[in-house]
């Protein structure tokens, strides 16, 4: 491009004739003026379009990350609430088979309810963090309560980053009938 304006302001300063230099001085300046604004204009352009393009593109790859992240969480938490009450069921076998056979009639004894935690434990490694599946293990291989308060406070952690002061003993209820009035 550059080389067509010097080209274009030579050949007008060359061919004109007669005694104007500042004329054709001016009508140099002028041209080059005009051919940098020219370019100016177009870079400016080409600028704001690629700026377009690149707050599409990471717009883009912020929302696809966003909808990655949070169903990841809501896999977490609907897998969790699940895995919950089959372990609370499975401490609390003898007060909660009852339940158990009406809201899951594949599972008939606690042996197979521990079957079925064990599968939990290792789909687990897909969506849970270390110290979730660390915690399962530990109710797994020790099957206490406070094993299992322990598991809730690790998930809880896991789903909400929540920095909690709770202990297993937190969770422990020590009277679970109805109190006389």
Not at 57 to 72: C, F, H, M, P, T
Not at 108 to 116: A, Y
Not at 159 to 168: E, Q, R, T
């Amino acid at each position: 491009m550059w080389f067509w304006v010097f080209g274009r302001a030579r050949a007008e300063n060359e061919s004109e004739s007669g005694d104007g230099i500042r004329d054709r001085n001016a009508k140099f300046n002028e041209t080059i003026h005009t051919a940098m604004n020219t370019e100016q204009i177009l870079a400016a352009l080409g600028l704001i379009g690629i700026g377009g393009i690149i707050q599409a593109l990471v717009s883009y790859i912020i929302g696809s990350r966003k909808k990655k992240s949070d169903a990841k969480q809501e896999l977490k938490e609907i897998r969790y609430r699940a895995i919950i009450l089959l372990c609370y069921a499975f401490i609390n076998y003898e007060r909660e088979k009852t339940a158990l056979m009406i809201n899951r009639p594949n599972i008939t004894s606690k042996d197979e309810l521990l079957n079925e935690l064990n599968a939990e434990w290792v789909n687990m490694s897909l969506y849970a963090s270390d110290d979730v599946i660390i915690r399962m293990k530990q109710l797994l291989e020790k099957q206490t309560e406070s094993t299992y308060n322990a598991l809730i406070i690790e998930m809880r952690r896991d789903l909400f980053s929540v920095k909690s002061k709770l202990n297993a003993d937190t969770y422990k209820l020590t009277n679970t009938k109805v109190l006389p009035s």
